[in-house]
T-cell receptor, first 113, second 111 residues
Framework: DAGVIQSPRHEVTEMGQEVTLRCKPISGHNSLFWYRQTMMRGLELLIYFNNNVPIDDSGMPEDRFSAKMPNASFSTLKIQPSEPRDSAVYFC???????????FGDGTRLSIL | GQQVMQIPQYQHVQEGEDFTTYCNSSTTLSNIQWYKQRPGGHPVFLIQLVKSGEVKKQKRLTFQFGEAKKNSSLHITATQTTDVGTYFCAGFSSGTYKYIFGTGTRLKVLA
């Protein structure tokens, strides 16, 4: 079975550019999560969706960040404009239901110069 | 707000020694999950504990959920180099309806 698929695996871009991260959850999973991981702040939940509906976006750092889930098999996390402090590894995860174990993708390593 | 702390932050052990990481929540948890992240990898689910005082074993790994459901521990017996990585707990509070990941314990095993 395919796991959670994220793209791109690596992204290097200049400050001010728009960045779009993509995620395909495991088929049949109803919950999808976006996390950010840094050495300083650890693993932070940014937003999660249940049945394609955003439930809690209180972890989204600021208005520069937005996330969408137009259908059950695709989600995007967008940063516009990007800043150097956004550099981190961004993980997408999905679970059968919200309280079930989460399956993580390989992550996107984002570097903003 | 809800906080989940783990201690220690780092642990270096000789291969064959035991290792324990502790997870402490500021609020009562409905359940707790444990994940392992290898260097350069992504978190991988290990186990979920739900009942007060629950103990579960996976080969050399023993997981416990405290009686008050505010703390948990992961114990590894006779560590091996394959145990290297960061171990995270993730506590779920029915009050906040959120999973909060702990700060993680980074384990290094010296051969």
């Amino acid at each position: 079975d395919a796991g959670v698929i994220q793209s791109p695996r690596h992204e290097v871009t200049e400050m001010g550019q728009e960045v779009t991260l993509r995620c395909k959850p495991i088929s049949g999973h109803n919950s999808l999560f976006w996390y950010r991981q840094t050495m300083m702040r650890g693993l932070e939940l940014l937003i999660y969706f249940n049945n394609n509906v955003p439930i809690d976006d209180s972890g989204m750092p600021e208005d520069r960040f937005s996330a969408k889930m137009p259908n059950a098999s695709f989600s995007t996390l967008k940063i516009q404009p990007s800043e150097p402090r956004d550099s981190a590894v961004y993980f997408c995860a999905s679970s059968l239901r919200y309280v079930e174990p989460q399956h993580f993708g390989d992550g996107t390593r984002l570097s903003i110069l | 707000g809800q906080q989940v702390m783990q201690i220690p932050q780092y642990q270096h052990v000789q291969e064959g020694e035991d290792f324990t990481t502790y997870c402490n929540s500021s609020t009562t948890l409905s359940n707790i999950q444990w994940y392992k992240q290898r260097p350069g990898g992504h978190p991988v689910f290990l186990i979920q504990l739900v009942k007060s005082g629950e103990v579960k074993k996976q080969k050399r790994l023993t997981f416990q959920f405290g009686e008050a459901k505010k703390n948990s521990s992961l114990h590894i017996t006779a560590t091996q180099t394959t145990d290297v990585g960061t171990y995270f707990c993730a506590g779920f509070s029915s009050g906040t309806y959120k999973y909060i990941f702990g700060t993680g314990t980074r384990l290094k095993v010296l051969a």
